[in-house]
C-alpha cells in the first residue's frame, strides 16, 4: 500500500471514528415509531441524496416539532445537505441556529467544527474559520470525556507514525504525522501534542532526505579503519581560534569561545588592506568545532556537539540558514569534515 492510499485510509477511519464520537448517528432510527412520516421521508430523502427533497421534508417536520429532543438534529441535516448543494450561505445560517437555540447539543459542537471547515476549505477566511475552531476548542476541553477521546485518537495515529519511523518507512512516517493535522483542527490540538507531531514530521523528512542522498553527495567513514589515502584529509585538527579563510578570499570563520563558556562560530568578511577583521558570533552553532569550507566558499560545514546529540551541519554564509546533514548519539560521528580536495565533486567527507 502507498504512503497516499495508507494516509487517505487512516484519515478516512479517523474521521469516521471521531463522527462517532461527537455525533450519533440518527438515520438509521428513522423507521421508528417515535418519528413522524414527514421525519420518515425526509431521512429517506437524505439517504438517497436528494437533499432539496430532503431539506423541504425537513423544514416540515420543524413546523410543529420545534422542541422534539431531535430537532436540533434535523437543524443538522438541514445545513450538511445546503452544505452538499454548495450553498454555504444557507449552510451557515443553519449551522448558527443550532448554536442559537440548542447551544449545549453535540450538534453545535459539530456544527463549529463544520462552519471552520466552511470558512477555512470553501471561502478562503483564515480568520472566520480560527474563531470557529476556537470555539470548538473551548467547547471539547470543557467535556472531559469528549477531550480524552479524541486526545487517545491523536495518540494512537501519532504511535503508529513512531513504528513507521522505528521501522525506517521515513516517508510514511511523515505522511502518517501530517495527516494529524489534517483531521483535527490546530485547536483540538495540545501544545504539547503539536509540539510532538512537528517534531516528527521533521524527523522523518529529514531522514528520508538523508535516506535517498546518494555517495556523490555525500559519504560517511568510520573513524577506524582510516583508508591510508585518506589520512591526510582526516587529521586532527585544533582549530580553536584558527582563522580559515575561504577558498575565494571572502570570508574568514574562526571557533572561539565565547562569554557564556561555550564554543562557537565566528564569521568575518576580509578586512581592507590595514584594517582589521570584524567577527561576529554564529549565534546558533553552540558547541560547534572543526569548520571547513566548501570549495565555491558560500558554505562551511562543521560538527556540533550539544549534550550527547553529535551533528554534522552546514551554514550557507549569505542567509547564515542552518542545515542539519546528519546526527546520531553515537560517538562514532567521523572525526573531521571537509569537502573533497579533489574537486571531482562537492563530495563530502566525515
Known amino acids: 500500500m502507498s504512503a497516499r492510499e495508507r494516509t487517505k485510509k487512516l484519515f478516512k477511519s479517523t474521521r469516521f471514528t471521531l463522527a462517532v464520537l461527537l455525533l450519533p448517528f440518527f438515520g438509521i432510527l428513522a423507521g421508528c415509531q417515535f418519528f413522524s412520516d414527514s421525519y420518515e421521508s425526509a431521512v429517506s430523502f437524505d439517504q438517497a441524496g436528494k437533499s432539496t427533497e430532503a431539506i423541504k421534508a425537513y423544514q416540515n417536520y420543524l413546523k410543529g416539532h420545534e422542541t422534539s429532543p431531535q430537532a436540533s438534529r434535523v437543524y443538522y441535516r438541514i445545513a450538511k445537505n445546503y452544505e452538499a448543494l454548495v450553498d454555504y450561505k444557507n449552510a451557515l445560517l443553519w449551522h448558527e441556529q443550532i448554536l442559537k ?19 477555512r476549505d470553501k471561502l478562503k477566511n483564515i480568520d472566520k474559520a480560527m474563531d470557529y475552531d476556537k470555539m470548538a476548542f473551548a467547547r471539547t476541553m470543557d467535556n472531559n470525556q ?144 572543526q569548520p571547513a569550507w566548501s570549495p565555491d566558499g558560500k558554505e562551511i560545514v562543521y560538527c556540533r556537539t550539544v549534550k550527547k546529540e553529535r ?12 542545515e542539519t546533514l546528519f546526527s546520531t548519539q553515537s560517538s562514532n560521528l567521523g572525526i573531521y569534515p571537509v569537502f573533497s580536495p579533489r574537486g571531482e565533486q562537492d563530495r563530502l567527507c566525515l
Open 311 to 322: 551533528s554534522l551541519e552546514k551554514i550557507t554564509v549569505k542567509t547564515k540558514a542552518i
Open 101 to 119: 437555540l440548542y447551544p449545549k447539543s453535540d450538534e453545535a459542537v459539530h456544527s463549529m467544527l463544520d462552519e471552520a471547515a466552511i470558512y
Open 146 to 289: 469528549l477531550r480524552d477521546a479524541v486526545q487517545t485518537l491523536i495518540d494512537g495515529q501519532i504511535k503508529i507514525a513512531a513504528k513507521a519511523f522505528d521501522d525506517k518507512q521515513y516517508k510514511i512516517a511523515e505522511a502518517d504525522a501530517v495527516t494529524i493535522f489534517q483531521i483535527y483542527p490546530t485547536s483540538l490540538l495540545t501544545t504539547e501534542t503539536r509540539a510532538k507531531v512537528q517534531l516528527l514530521v521533521d524527523r522523518a523528512h529529514r531522514a528520508e532526505s538523508m535516506a535517498e542522498t546518494g555517495v556523490d553527495s555525500i559519504k560517511l567513514v568510520n573513524e577506524s579503519p582510516v583508508p591510508s589515502d585518506a589520512k591526510a584529509y582526516f587529521e586532527e585538527k585544533k582549530s580553536d581560534d584558527k582563522i580559515i579563510n575561504s577558498p575565494d578570499g571572502g570570508y574568514s570563520v574562526s571557533r572561539k569561545k565565547s562569554s557564556n563558556g561555550f564554543f562557537y562560530l565566528y564569521l568575518a568578511k576580509a578586512p581592507k588592506k590595514g584594517e582589521k577583521a570584524d567577527f561576529k558570533k554564529l549565534s546558533k552553532t553552540k558547541g560547534a568545532h
